[in-house]
């Protein structure tokens, strides 16, 4: 499928960003290799995060891609996509990939990050936020102990597809630098319906 005149791409970082190594510098670069538009914005403080920061930097990228962008995001970047989407005004995207969001408890608790991300999501918010959503995370995930599943795809009422225990929270740490799926998604390559499984 040729996706050069479509919208672009935008790439969420989560907590200290993505470094090379990881799947989603990985997938900038494959993507641009395919003739794509890449967006990777770079959010202020990502050893720190501030909320408000990163939802004020999150809309104005989403508003200079326009609307229907594909968001593929990561970790803490994932979560803020759920956050800004519960919130009025959010900028409609088009395909969504949700890469392994950590657990409400685990973010709020966390000394590292300035509390303010809301913890009650709008289901109804999240889901006309996009053209299309799509949740992959792990039941061994040490970011989201409840399990993605129950924190996110039930209450949220999301199309998800969990991976092996061994994928962890899908990153370096589990081995996941090129990650053919990721690219494969973007590209509007996999067609297997029974991929995800649908939370009712």
Same mark, same amino acid.
């Given at each position: 499928?040729?996706?050069?005149?479509?919208?672009?791409?935008?790439?969420?970082?989560?907590?200290?960003?993505?470094?090379?190594?990881?799947?989603?510098?990985?997938?900038?670069?494959?993507?641009?290799?395919?003739?794509?538009?890449?967006?990777?914005?770079?959010?202020? +403080? /990502?050893? *720190?995060?501030?909320?408000?920061?990163?939802?004020?930097? #999150?809309?104005?990228?989403? %508003? @200079?891609?326009?609307?229907?962008?594909?968001?593929?995001?990561?970790?803490?970047?994932?979560?803020?996509?759920?956050?800004?989407?519960?919130?009025?005004?959010?900028?409609?995207?088009?395909?969504?990939?949700?890469?392994?969001?950590?657990?409400?408890?685990?973010?709020?608790?966390?000394?590292?990050?300035?509390?303010?991300?809301?913890?009650?999501? +709008? /289901?109804? *918010?999240?889901?006309?936020?996009?053209?299309?959503?799509? #949740?992959?995370?792990?039941? %061994? @995930?040490?970011?989201?102990?409840?399990?993605?599943?129950?924190?996110?795809?039930?209450?949220?009422?999301?199309?998800?597809?969990?991976?092996?225990?061994?994928?962890?929270?899908?990153?370096?740490?589990?081995?996941?630098?090129?990650?053919?799926?990721?690219?494969?998604?973007?590209?509007?390559?996999?067609?297997?319906?029974?991929?995800?499984?649908?939370?009712?």
């Amino acid at each position: 499928m040729n996706r050069i005149d479509q919208a672009p791409f935008v790439i969420l970082h989560g907590l200290d960003g993505s470094p090379r190594g990881h799947w989603q510098p990985w997938l900038a670069d494959a993507l641009a290799t395919e003739g794509q538009d890449v967006r990777v914005p770079e959010f202020p +403080s /990502p050893n *720190r995060p501030d909320i408000v920061e990163w939802v004020l930097h #999150l809309h104005d990228q989403l %508003r @200079d891609a326009g609307p229907g962008a594909t968001v593929i995001a990561h970790s803490l970047g994932a979560y803020l996509w759920l956050h800004y989407a519960s919130r009025p005004g959010a900028i409609r995207s088009g395909r969504v990939l949700l890469v392994a969001p950590p657990g409400i408890p685990e973010v709020r608790n966390s000394r590292r990050i300035i509390h303010g991300f809301q913890t009650s999501l +709008s /289901p109804e *918010r999240v889901r006309s936020s996009a053209s299309e959503i799509l #949740l992959v995370g792990t039941h %061994r @995930d040490p970011y989201c102990k409840r399990g993605f599943v129950q924190t996110y795809a039930q209450p949220l009422r999301l199309p998800f597809v969990p991976l092996e225990d061994t994928a962890g929270h899908i990153n370096m740490d589990s081995g996941y630098g090129a990650w053919p799926f990721a690219l494969d998604w973007a590209l509007e390559r996999v067609h297997d319906d029974g991929m995800a499984l649908l939370c009712r």
